[in-house]
Antibody, heavy 118, light 110 residues
Framework: EVQVVESGGGLVQPGGSLRLSCAASGFTFSNYWMHWVRQAPGKGLVWVSRINDGGSSTTYADSVKGRFTISRDNAKNTLYLQMDSLRAEDTAVYYC???????????WGRGTLVTVSS | QSALTQPRSVSGSPGQSVTISCTGTSSDVGGYNYVSWYQQHPNKAPKLMIYDVSKRPSGVPDRFSGSKSGNTASLTISGLQAEDEADYYCCSYAGSYTLVFGGGTKLTVL
């Protein structure tokens, strides 16, 4: 089955760190760009970050630049998001999305919830 | 990276047509033909409905169509059905390898 499954969410204190994972299966992971998108409770979708197929090129939303790092391991078919210096406003469901190198998401995971609170 | 502007809500009766607008700038919607639309039911993952302004993935009913004029993209749903009730989001390439979403539109089928 073609799918991506996020994991690694949880409760973390402000200023803390968390690493999210997105495990891909059923397709050739290394052929696709991947993105992280987040959705705060009751709010809309917000693009967070993107990585190219080989992992050599990354971009970030201004709101997370310098705090979050996107990476991938094509041998393990896994996408990561290292989140440091977390703030209350980072609280959201984080989705990973597959991009066929065309600036849209043709496959989404079910998301993982990150809660930043003391 | 300002969010694209969408109406907060739209509504229509079964069988009718509705159009959801998505307004950006010449730096995003108006500058590229990389506009996509997503449907999201409560507590579910988003689903791709339209890409490249007007292309429909396989499996998406032809009741869903997309278009663009200047800095505004539109999603039209014809022959409204109860299952179309959901949140809809537009998304556009915004240059410098970044994307931007709209704020979302809640569609109510009366």
């Amino acid at each position: 089955e073609v799918q991506v499954v996020e994991s690694g969410g949880g409760l973390v204190q402000p200023g803390g760190s968390l690493r999210l994972s997105c495990a891909a299966s059923g397709f050739t992971f290394s052929n696709y760009w991947m993105h992280w998108v987040r959705q705060a409770p009751g709010k809309g979708l917000v693009w967070v970050s993107r990585i190219n197929d080989g992992g050599s090129s990354t971009t970030y939303a201004d709101s997370v630049k310098g705090r979050f790092t996107i990476s991938r391991d094509n041998a393990k078919n896994t996408l990561y998001l290292q989140m440091d210096s977390l703030r209350a406003e980072d609280t959201a469901v984080y989705y990973c999305g597959r991009d066929p190198v065309a600036w849209y998401f043709d496959l989404w995971g079910r998301g993982t919830l990150v809660t930043v609170s003391s | 990276q300002s969010a694209l502007t969408q109406p907060r809500s739209v509504s229509g009766s079964p069988g009718q047509s509705v159009t959801i607008s998505c307004t950006g700038t010449s730096s995003d919607v108006g500058g590229y033909n990389y506009v996509s639309w997503y449907q999201q039911h409560p507590n579910k993952a988003p689903k791709l409905m339209i890409y490249d302004v007007s292309k429909r993935p396989s499996g998406v009913p032809d009741r869903f169509s997309g278009s663009k004029s200047g800095n505004t993209a539109s999603l039209t749903i014809s022959g409204l059905q109860a299952e179309d009730e959901a949140d809809y989001y537009c998304c556009s390439y915004a240059g410098s390898y970044t994307l931007v979403f709209g704020g979302g539109t809640k569609l109510t089928v009366l």
